[in-house]
């Protein structure tokens, strides 16, 4: 069996404020790296292969959870959000004709202006996906578990979505065939000693 746990980064400035941080490459904020020093890994995802998006967000995420170096992955590099990275979605949803839509009303092929589709995400993860082996845990981006749990779940970008994602909590799919395999785990808090 395959699986694959997906963790979100921790906060950023950008998170807090409501901008599309999309490949802009925001640090974790200090809060951020305060209480995710506080959580660690449940087991067997302690042991799993570790990977993260290249994003200094991520990479430090994975370090700070796990206590270890994660493997570099380009295909969880976030959504390119094009033209919209840096602004929020709260503005751009009342400035009309910017196309801007809430993620229920997407659809695969909905694309940010000079951005990517969910439809082009997945295939950009879709070969990296194919080529894992046994139990692996992804720290990404919100982009990147949406996707990859819209093909687990069946939900196409249409509607409320069968899922909600928070953060320090690992969602959990089987690769072969793709589908959920458990409820969220959360994160464990680190023992003081």
Request: include cysteine; charged fraction near 25%; proline fraction near 8%.
């Amino acid at each position: 069996m395959t699986r694959l746990a997906l963790l979100r980064h921790g906060h950023t400035a950008w998170n807090r404020a409501g901008q599309i941080q999309g490949r802009s490459d925001i640090p974790l904020d200090v809060e951020a790296r305060a209480e995710l020093a506080g959580y660690s890994l449940p087991e067997p995802w302690a042991e799993a292969t570790l990977w993260s998006s290249p994003l200094s967000r991520a990479v430090e995420t994975a370090q700070l959870v796990a206590g270890r170096d994660p493997i570099g992955a380009e295909a969880l590099t976030e959504m390119n959000w094009g033209d919209w990275e840096g602004k929020r979605g709260v503005d751009l949803i009342e400035q009309p004709g910017s196309g801007y839509r809430h993620i229920e009303d997407w659809g695969w092929d909905y694309r940010p202006p000079a951005g990517e589709s969910p439809a082009e995400l997945w295939a950009r993860l879709e070969p990296w996906l194919a080529a894992l082996r046994g139990d692996n845990l992804a720290v990404c981006h919100i982009g990147i578990m949406r996707v990859i749990l819209a093909k687990a779940w069946g939900w196409g970008f249409d509607g409320p979505a069968p899922f909600k994602v928070k953060r320090n909590r690992l969602f959990i799919v089987d690769l072969s065939p793709l589908r959920p395999v458990a409820e969220p785990v959360r994160l464990l808090k680190r023992q003081v000693p």
